[in-house]
């Protein structure tokens, strides 16, 4: 790659002289460009098969649409990367535009992994289980699904049919006696040999052809395994073996679109309305549909589908193994670049399509309208959410409705496992990535301190955000705070703010009236008289609903944070002693005392403990007395 350019800002001439005055630094090479504004902000990322002959088109004084034309007058510099292919060059572009966000790109918000089933191959009888993130277990992965819930009703159908265990490995090796699975036809309870180990296999490979899309087989085989029960009298097995094929039918049924001409793809939509956009993917794998999800990417207003779905393209399989179809709504704007870096991805062919008739073209029609539907219902949530923004201004004297209220609460008992939270809701509801969690370090705090804690958590909070943006220019700064309390805590809470110069950030303290009743709420602001709204107000239910949303988050931390302190043991703080290694010793001891008392012989012999960690774990415990 080339040095870059001098990228010292020229703010004094027009955007397109800036950009004219780069020209004569660049070849045809191939590579990406980023265009910035005069505080050095990246506005748009871009990537050509020649930089010079892309990079004069933005030269031009004229002729560019109105969000082109805006983006060449707010820029004051540039820098490039040159790189060996175009096919680089786009893999960089999606990369740089996903790490940089640019105003100017389409860009794809939600960059969530999706789950899977993992059928385990570390025990004699196989453990069946979502599975989220890298694919470091040993066994066979399916997937992915759109959704847990998804997996979810998955596996819970798969276990009804060939009733395979999903307990843990250590839950296994303690039973003595069946669970409720196997009481409610879930399980077959390998646990205590109520089913073979070569029978259990069977089901398991049952299990996998299915998820390899070849249910006739099974149902085939289970089909003549029931016949023959029944010739011999076994009527409790046929039964059995009937539930068992009509279950399997329930759960293609239960798909929906299972395809017969389409093995493996993705089906992607876009459906574009009034600056919106709306993806729907689908997810086809052996045949069946696993699931659907939609996006809501970022686009501008005069942004064409070509480039909207290229840009989604590329963003959604930046992180994400793509399958061997991707079925399109609409044709993109390089579709053999982008097949050849994602063939070069998965180190296997795959295809681009835009089908026009037949099964694809169904699958392709479906998805557009789950898209538009999902559009509107979207577009509609956004403009109930802007008139409640736009009614917080009013309420609150705001100069401008609201882009970002953020919400506190705090969690406690007595003091114990305290937690702070903080909600964040917007033009497009509640962020929920936004969200953050504090756990309360104050070992000064009296238990119970609200105060001390909410202190604690907003000084934390600013402290870090006039670190990381003091210029208050990328979108983390709140235009409302809303505080759980009346007068007394306003006031604190004010001090705390003045005290870190952000005093100039409006807040309001809500408080339950005198009866402690829900919807008679009064609002405190500093130096103002306490107000209420009337209790059929849609701005009043906004902020009970912003209210509960904070107290939920707030306790459900509490919970994880007390579950995990129950959870604990003294395992936890010896070296070289992960997870694995804490549920070996506590399956071969039974409980961390048990382990403490050891001696060192013992602790050697436990599988994956070697002699050094056996040594370890023995002066940990030895040493403390």
């Given at each position: 790659?080339?040095?870059?350019?001098?990228?010292?800002?020229?703010?004094?001439?027009?955007?397109?002289?800036?950009?004219?005055?780069?020209?004569?630094?660049?070849?045809?090479?191939?590579?990406?460009?980023?265009?910035?504004?005069?505080?050095?902000?990246?506005?748009?990322?871009?990537?050509?098969?020649?930089?010079?002959?892309?990079?004069?088109?933005?030269?031009?004084?004229?002729?560019?649409?109105?969000?082109?034309?805006?983006?060449?007058?707010?820029?004051?510099?540039?820098?490039?990367?040159?790189?060996?292919?175009?096919?680089?060059?786009?893999?960089?572009?999606?990369?740089?535009?996903?790490q940089l966000k640019p105003k100017f790109n389409v860009l794809l918000r939600d960059d969530k992994s999706f789950p899977n089933i993992l059928v385990t191959a570390d025990h004699d009888f196989p453990q069946i289980k979502k599975h989220r993130g890298a694919k470091k277990e040993k066994g066979a992965y399916y997937g992915p699904f759109a959704s847990a819930g998804a997996v979810n009703r998955t596996l819970n159908q798969l276990q009804r049919v060939f009733l395979l265990?999903?307990?843990?490995?250590?839950?296994?090796?303690?039973?003595?006696?069946?669970?409720l699975q196997y009481q409610i036809k879930r399980c077959s309870a390998p646990c205590v040999?109520?089913?073979?180990?070569?029978?259990?296999?069977?089901?398991?490979?049952?299990?996998?052809?299915?998820?390899?899309?070849?249910?006739?087989?099974?149902?085939?085989?289970?089909?003549?395994?029931?016949?023959?029960?029944s010739e011999m009298m076994e009527f409790e097995r046929a039964a059995a073996l009937r539930d068992r094929i009509k279950a399997l039918t329930q759960v293609q049924t239960a798909q929906g679109i299972n395809p017969q001409s389409v093995a493996e793809a993705d089906i992607i939509a876009l459906h574009m309305d009034s600056g919106q956009a709306c993806v729907q993917v689908f997810f086809i794998r052996a045949n069946q549909n696993w699931g659907n999800k939609d996006y809501y990417p970022r686009v501008g207003p005069d942004v064409d589908a070509a480039e909207v779905l290229e840009a989604f393209v590329g963003q959604f399989y930046d992180t994400r193994e793509p399958p061997r179809q991707l079925i399109l709504s609409n044709e993109i704007e390089n579709p053999d670049l982008m097949a050849e870096a994602l063939t070069g991805k998965l180190g296997r062919k795959v295809e681009l399509l835009v089908p026009k008739r037949g099964e694809k073209a169904e699958l392709i029609d479906s998805a557009l309208r789950n898209a538009r539907e999902s559009l509107a219902r979207k577009m509609a949530e956004t403009?109930?959410?802007?008139?409640?923004?736009?009614?917080?201004?009013?309420?609150?004297?705001?100069?401008?409705?609201?882009?970002?209220?953020?919400?506190?609460?705090?969690?406690?008992?007595?003091?114990?496992?305290?937690?702070?939270?903080?909600?964040?809701?917007?033009?497009?509801?509640?962020?929920?990535?936004?969200?953050?969690?504090?756990?309360?370090?104050?070992?000064?705090?009296?238990?119970?301190?609200?105060?001390?804690?909410?202190?604690?958590?907003?000084?934390?909070?600013?402290?870090?955000?006039?670190?990381?943006?003091?210029?208050?220019?990328?979108?983390h700064w709140p235009d409302l705070l809303l505080i759980d309390g009346g007068a007394g805590q306003v006031s604190a809470v004010r001090e705390i703010m003045e005290a870190h110069g952000v005093g100039d950030i409006p807040m309001v303290g809500v408080a339950k009236g005198i009866d402690r009743d829900a919807g008679k709420e009064e609002f405190y602001r500093t130096g103002k008289q306490p107000f209420a709204l009337r209790h059929n107000d849609p701005v009043l239910y906004f902020i009970q609903r912003m209210r509960d949303e904070a107290h939920r988050f707030a306790i459900g931390t509490h919970r994880a944070k007390r579950a995990k302190s129950v959870g604990a043991t003294p395992l936890d703080d010896v070296p070289g002693v992960g997870a694995a290694r804490k549920r070996a010793l506590l399956a071969h001891f039974g409980s961390a005392k048990a382990v403490a008392r050891a001696n060192l012989s013992d602790l050697k012999a436990v599988e994956g403990v070697s002699g050094a960690l056996a040594e370890k774990i023995y002066d940990f415990f030895h040493e403390r007395g």
């Amino acid at each position: 790659m080339s040095d870059p350019p001098d990228t010292t800002p020229k703010a004094a001439l027009p955007g397109h002289e800036v950009i004219q005055g780069y020209l004569k630094t660049l070849d045809s090479s191939p590579g990406v460009y980023r265009m910035l504004d005069a505080q050095a902000r990246v506005l748009y990322v871009g990537k050509a098969r020649n930089l010079r002959a892309r990079v004069s088109n933005y030269a031009r004084p004229a002729g560019h649409s109105p969000r082109i034309a805006r983006m060449i007058s707010m820029t004051a510099s540039m820098m490039f990367l040159t790189t060996r292919t175009e096919t680089e060059a786009l893999l960089l572009e999606q990369n740089l535009i996903k790490q940089l966000k640019p105003k100017f790109n389409v860009l794809l918000r939600d960059d969530k992994s999706f789950p899977n089933i993992l059928v385990t191959a570390d025990h004699d009888f196989p453990q069946i289980k979502k599975h989220r993130g890298a694919k470091k277990e040993k066994g066979a992965y399916y997937g992915p699904f759109a959704s847990a819930g998804a997996v979810n009703r998955t596996l819970n159908q798969l276990q009804r049919v060939f009733l395979l265990r999903d307990c843990s490995n250590a839950m296994f090796d303690s039973r003595t006696r069946p669970c409720l699975q196997y009481q409610i036809k879930r399980c077959s309870a390998p646990c205590v040999g109520k089913i073979s180990t070569e029978a259990y296999r069977q089901s398991v490979r049952d299990a996998e052809t299915f998820l390899t899309g070849k249910t006739t087989d099974i149902q085939a085989r289970l089909a003549a395994e029931m016949g023959a029960a029944s010739e011999m009298m076994e009527f409790e097995r046929a039964a059995a073996l009937r539930d068992r094929i009509k279950a399997l039918t329930q759960v293609q049924t239960a798909q929906g679109i299972n395809p017969q001409s389409v093995a493996e793809a993705d089906i992607i939509a876009l459906h574009m309305d009034s600056g919106q956009a709306c993806v729907q993917v689908f997810f086809i794998r052996a045949n069946q549909n696993w699931g659907n999800k939609d996006y809501y990417p970022r686009v501008g207003p005069d942004v064409d589908a070509a480039e909207v779905l290229e840009a989604f393209v590329g963003q959604f399989y930046d992180t994400r193994e793509p399958p061997r179809q991707l079925i399109l709504s609409n044709e993109i704007e390089n579709p053999d670049l982008m097949a050849e870096a994602l063939t070069g991805k998965l180190g296997r062919k795959v295809e681009l399509l835009v089908p026009k008739r037949g099964e694809k073209a169904e699958l392709i029609d479906s998805a557009l309208r789950n898209a538009r539907e999902s559009l509107a219902r979207k577009m509609a949530e956004t403009a109930t959410q802007a008139k409640l923004m736009r009614g917080v201004a009013e309420a609150f004297d705001l100069k401008a409705p609201p882009e970002r209220i953020e919400v506190y609460d705090n969690s406690h008992i007595q003091g114990a496992f305290a937690v702070g939270a903080m909600i964040v809701a917007g033009p497009e509801g509640f962020l929920k990535n936004q969200y953050r969690k504090f756990n309360i370090r104050g070992d000064e705090l009296t238990p119970g301190d609200d105060f001390g804690m909410m202190k604690e958590v907003l000084t934390r909070r600013f402290k870090r955000l006039i670190k990381e943006d003091p210029e208050r220019s990328e979108g983390h700064w709140p235009d409302l705070l809303l505080i759980d309390g009346g007068a007394g805590q306003v006031s604190a809470v004010r001090e705390i703010m003045e005290a870190h110069g952000v005093g100039d950030i409006p807040m309001v303290g809500v408080a339950k009236g005198i009866d402690r009743d829900a919807g008679k709420e009064e609002f405190y602001r500093t130096g103002k008289q306490p107000f209420a709204l009337r209790h059929n107000d849609p701005v009043l239910y906004f902020i009970q609903r912003m209210r509960d949303e904070a107290h939920r988050f707030a306790i459900g931390t509490h919970r994880a944070k007390r579950a995990k302190s129950v959870g604990a043991t003294p395992l936890d703080d010896v070296p070289g002693v992960g997870a694995a290694r804490k549920r070996a010793l506590l399956a071969h001891f039974g409980s961390a005392k048990a382990v403490a008392r050891a001696n060192l012989s013992d602790l050697k012999a436990v599988e994956g403990v070697s002699g050094a960690l056996a040594e370890k774990i023995y002066d940990f415990f030895h040493e403390r007395g």
